[in-house]
């Protein structure tokens, strides 16, 4: 009883306090209040121009150095609205089994632009807006740098693929509309929804080093000077010397490998 009535008197004693509390004590504390969260808003708003701020990734690579549902790279694309496309990316894995190359996803295709490598069949797969085109006899060696390209044509709906500096045969794949909305471009996992779905033996283990991506075909001079890493056109849809990304989990931005050469 002496318990109750000794918070009750506490209770009365606050409620006292407010009432007799001075307007502009409130008032000085209610413009604390909201100056911590205009703080921690501007704090946020830093911290995402900070993420997205383009960043020269020349000479670097990403690793991805685990199986995981989760670890992934999102790019930001210049544009979200393609007649023609050209991707070209680099990888190195010791994965064998299927695996996720680059996956671009809007909300009607999830697999808008996917490069896949399918162990079972031992092929390279190139996806555009769903609809799937197969290169077989590729030599994928493991532990090894592979360059890859993928180009695609609305107007004839042709798709190639050039592999480690060759060319493969144009196949048809889908015509006569663009690839367009809210574009998600992920490295490090496969979308099977936009933004998401991704699954743990689909994702991608090892290193990604420059990612480009343009808004029209490129010729294949251009082609073969960025497989042979030699001078070539940045991309201007993604562009790896002025990248815009996020880092979700552990991708770590590495020095890229390369090998050294005897005097």
């Known amino acids: 009883?002496?318990?109750?009535?000794?918070?009750?008197?506490?209770?009365?004693?606050?409620?006292?306090t407010h009432k007799t509390q001075n307007p502009f004590t409130r008032l000085h504390i209610s413009i604390?209040?909201?100056r911590a969260k205009m703080r921690v808003l501007l704090l946020q708003v830093m911290l995402a121009a900070c993420a997205a701020s383009p960043q020269d990734l020349s000479g670097k690579m990403f690793t991805f150095p685990q199986e995981t549902n989760t670890a992934h790279v999102?790019?930001?694309?210049?544009?979200?609205?393609?007649?023609?496309?050209?991707v070209c990316h680099r990888s190195f894995t010791d994965l064998k089994r299927d695996h996720i190359l680059f996956s671009m996803a809007t909300p009607?295709?999830?697999?808008?632009?996917l490069v896949f490598w399918d162990e079972a069949n031992k092929e390279m797969e190139s996806h555009i807006k769903d609809k799937k085109s197969e290169y077989r006899g590729l030599d994928y060696k493991p532990n090894t740098w592979h360059s890859i390209c993928t180009t695609w044509d609305s107007t004839s709906g042709l798709v190639q693929l050039w592999f480690n500096g060759k060319y493969l045969i144009k196949k048809y794949s889908i015509a006569g509309s663009n690839i367009r909305g809210t574009t998600v471009i992920i490295l490090g996992q496969e979308q099977d929804s936009h933004g998401g779905g991704f699954d743990m033996k689909q994702s991608f283990v090892g290193m990604m080093s420059d990612v480009h991506m343009w808004d029209y075909i490129l010729s294949p001079c251009e082609i073969r000077n960025y497989m042979?890493?030699?001078?070539f056109t940045p991309g201007n849809v993604l562009n790896w010397r002025a990248l815009e990304f996020q880092i979700r989990d552990r991708v770590l931005i590495e020095d890229k490998i390369t090998s050294c050469q005897a005097n």
């Open 108 to 113: 009607s295709n999830a697999n808008s632009l």
């Open 1 to 16: 009883m002496r318990n109750f009535t000794r918070k009750r008197h506490i209770e009365m004693r606050k409620q006292q």
């Open 32 to 34: 604390q209040k909201r």
């Open 228 to 231: 042979d890493d030699l001078n």
């Open 74 to 86: 999102k790019l930001t694309p210049s544009r979200e609205d393609f007649s023609t496309v050209t």
